[in-house]
């Protein structure tokens, strides 16, 4: 496991090099070292899961790499000299984040969508996909059980960048209440199967 | 000189709508700053909970390797020192996690030992580590509440992590940027964003694997009264062995070294893993031993004993389903116990990364406060106590379960956590700057203190 991970550390150091010099050459990407980069960082990642095996191998690559990477983040760093307010002039074109009147009934409304309802319709989806996807049971309820918690975040993003709230509410009801009866109809239809 | 220039826009959504979404991004990640990086910081140290008990409970033998025999002995000892209607659970030694352990335990009862290669016990009752845990899985509430805060939390992460990805036009262009000595803002962005992205795989692992784990007792809710009627024991039992018919007449136990070497027999490409005796002594008895294989990142080889010694179930990678193993494997992603001292130092430095990352968006926002002209001292300075306060607390509670053992740590946790908050919220003439300059020197006393007192005794 020591020469694996060493060796996908250096892969991480490697890869994320090659993408940092093409990333600074004034001219432009260079096709061949963007290739190169991606192809190590992959590479590596394919490897270790034949090596190492398919999930420990892809997970410990995934660790390595990132580490290595950030190394060569960290190697290439720049010490600037402090000043009070230098925000604008360098990165000062980042996005800045809407700044809205605050409205207490938005902020509730807000948070039901994103907290109870986005939970439920999540969960009215994911039920449906554990109900009425093929193969065996505990498959279909592990696959369901992931989906419920990266439905739910998408389901947050969601609502609190939008800001037509009814739309998000009557997508979010209607999910949950569709969503829901399929589910409980599949679930009638199959219960004794599952 | 300025250009004038438009540059061209080739983010997939328009400016606006990035707006929006970084506009999202900071409520949910303000609004769950505190419990995502108590929970980041507490599972951070908490992927080191095999070290931990080792340094808490001094002499702790480390079984680099352990005979069927020695296997055979520490069980027998185990079974001799616990209720009869406990189920014992020895984990061998492995590449993965040196050192075996034993665990017997039944509702509200759990004792734990270290297994030395002779198979002799030693007590390894570490409450601190076990404190910290508890902390990290359910915040010392109870088990079902506690989960499912975690379990938001995780998704919380979740759906930060994509919403700061698509808040992030300038991935690309920033991509290698860690501008450090500027403005305040600048760099703590440059951090949050470098340590976001370049981790990003990791972080989202992370997530999903903790939310899941939380939430799985209102997954299992919702899907058994969907499929059950609310009968929650069905679900359960699509994924655990179905308990023997009970027979409580007492029997003699059978020879535990043969069976261990039978099932290793019987699962050739794998090395034993742990062996559980379930209701030990009894003519209901059963004792499964499992098997891991090298690529393998869950233990998928199992044989099943009855009381008389004989093989009444067996099982192999082949014979498992997809959704058992990715079950099985999730708590293993989950704290990187999969593969050994390594790994754990790299979840625990991508773990430290993710705790960075929680800050900095906090800081952020309080820096961009500033930069307008509307700043919140106020939660400057309970930024400060949670963010450097929280580390010094967790110290503080290592000390105290070191002086004062049978205190209990979670109430202490708490009160000194309130104390921190509430003083540093009161503290009107102090900078947030000044005051976590404050608490970066308390954690490296507090550190150093907790150093001296634990190696201290470790050593002597």
Redesign the interface.
Known sequence: ??VA?LFLLAAGVLG?GL??TS??RREGAAPALLAGGWGVLIGAILLAGWV??????T??A???E??G??G???H????????E???KG??G??????D?PGRVWRGVL?TLL??PLGMTAA?AL??CV??YMPG???????????L???L???A??WT????RLLRATAVLVGTSVLG?GL??LG?ILS?AS? | MSNTRK?RWRWPIS?E????????????GLAFAAIIYLVCLTGTIAVFAPDLQRIEVPGTPVAMHLSEAAAARALTEAVRQTPSDSSIYLTMPS??KEGATLVAFKPGFERNWAVAEDGTLSPLDAIWTEFLIYLHICLHLPRSWGGFIV??T???L??S???GI??H??V?R??????????R??QE??LHN??GV?????HF?L??TG??LG??TI?VA??SL???RGDMTR?YA??LDPPPAIDARTVPMPDLAALIAQARARMAEAAIDSVMVERPGRADMRISVHGRR????VVQDEVQFDAQGAAIHEEHPKDM????R??S?IGQ?HF?W???P??RV??G??GL?LCVVTSSGVTIWL??RR?RGRPAPQWERIWSAVCWGQPVVLMLTAILAFVYPEVPLAPAWLILTTIAIVLCAVMNRCSGEYLARLWRRGLVVASALAAVLYLGRALY
């Open positions: 496991m020591l991970s994320a993408l940092r990333w600074r190492v095996g398919p999930v420990k191998g997970a410990l995934l660790a390595m990132g580490i990477a950030f060569i983040v960290w290439g760093r720049v010490r600037k000299v402090a000043r307010r230098d925000g360098e990165g074109d980042a996005p800045e984040p809407l809205e807000r994103a907290g969960m994911a039920f554990t109900v065996d049971a505990r498959t279909r309820i592990v696959t369901g059980g992931m419920l918690p990266v739910w975040g998408l947050m993003t609190l960048a939008d800001r829901f589910a409980f679930g219960g599952t | 540059k400016p709508t990035v707006r929006s979404v970084l506009s999202s991004h900071s409520v949910l590449p993965a379990g938001l995780g998704v919380a979740l759906s992590l994509v919403s698509l808040a036009p300038r690309v920033d991509a290698f940027h860690l501008r450090l000595g500027g403005s803002r600048l962005a440059d470098r340590l370049w981790a990003l795989p990791f692992t997530a999903l939310a899941l939430l799985s997954i919702g899907l969907l499929l059950y679900v699509l994924f090298s690529r393998h990142l389903v997809v959704g058992t990715v079950l494997g992603l990187g999969f593969g050994g390594v790994v790299a979840y430095l991508l990364a820096a961009r930069d």
